[in-house]
């Protein structure tokens, strides 16, 4: 599943692109994503010109004035840059044809994604509105987390991939966060102390710009390749680890199940 940095690396790559650029056509193959791809995509788009491409959370933004179009990876998505498409495969869903003859070309197996419009200010969308800070924002910090988590007796692991108190920490990024920190993941929140919330943000961030450094050596993947854009291999501490030595003390790795993903630790390395 494309996580935060697979997100911001799309971004990266597809930014030079498409700033400054202009929808030329829309050809929707297939409308049928997580929702409906808009009908009138096209008539909107067209002429458009994309002042800036964001990310908030792992949600694409193609600001163009005072509208946005959303794009969403799902769980197999990914949207890449042509400068002569290919013939179109099996799961090409969209093609956004840019006035330089580039065309982003929306690929997605499973269609859990989406490609929204969103009229006016964007951060007003039901998708946007609730969401917690980035977690490279000055916002989310050690005074942050800690507030955050006072009144959560859920497990940390649990509360720091939960969207509304940070954004982009998924599974993977949650495990190896918590064990560069050396919390145990089954803590409650509400007894991380305040110097470990501070380990933590310090770790959260740290582990997923290697990841994203990691994207930047991938970055060739989105622009005229036929291969699929990878998922960024980490030297992973614990995840995809089970029963193998820690790396830092040589005791086995466990695992164990919480909110329904799999949560690796090192039970001498994370108290
Ligand atoms: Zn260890």
Redesign the pocket.
């Known amino acids: 599943m494309p996580e935060l940095p697979e997100v911001e690396t799309t971004r990266r790559g597809l930014s030079p692109h498409v700033v400054g650029r202009s929808f030329a056509a829309v050809n929707v193959y297939d409308p049928r994503l997580r929702w409906p791809v808009p009908h009138d995509l096209g008539k909107r788009l067209t002429g458009r010109a994309v002042d800036v491409l964001d990310r908030r959370s792992k949600y694409l933004l193609f600001r163009l004035g005072k509208d946005t179009l959303l794009v969403h990876l799902g769980m197999t998505g990914s949207l890449r840059a042509f400068s002569r498409p290919p013939p179109r495969r099996p799961h090409d869903h969209v093609d956004l044809v840019l006035d330089s003859g580039v065309t982003l070309r929306y690929h997605d197996p499973r269609r859990f994604g989406a490609i929204l419009w969103i009229p006016g200010p964007a951060d007003r969308h039901p998708l946007l509105a609730r969401l917690g800070p980035e977690p490279f924002d000055v916002a989310f910090d050690a005074g942050y987390l800690w507030q955050a988590t006072r009144r959560r007796s859920a497990a940390i692991k649990l509360a720091l991939m939960d969207n509304h108190l940070v954004v982009g920490v998924g599974n993977i990024y949650a495990n190896e966060s918590l064990f560069r920190a050396g919390i145990r993941p089954t803590t409650p929140a509400n007894r991380v102390s305040r110097a470990r919330c501070a380990r933590l943000v310090d770790e959260v961030r740290a582990t997923l710009a290697d990841a994203i450094a990691k994207g930047g050596s991938t970055l060739r993947d989105y622009v005229d390749s036929d291969g699929e854009p990878g998922y960024f291999q980490l030297e992973h501490f614990v995840y995809g680890r089970t029963g193998e030595p ?6 086995p790795i466990r695992t164990r199940r919480q909110g329904g993903r799999a949560t690796m630790y ?1 039970p ?3 108290r």
């Open positions: 820690c790396r830092i003390c040589g005791t090192c001498f390395c994370q």
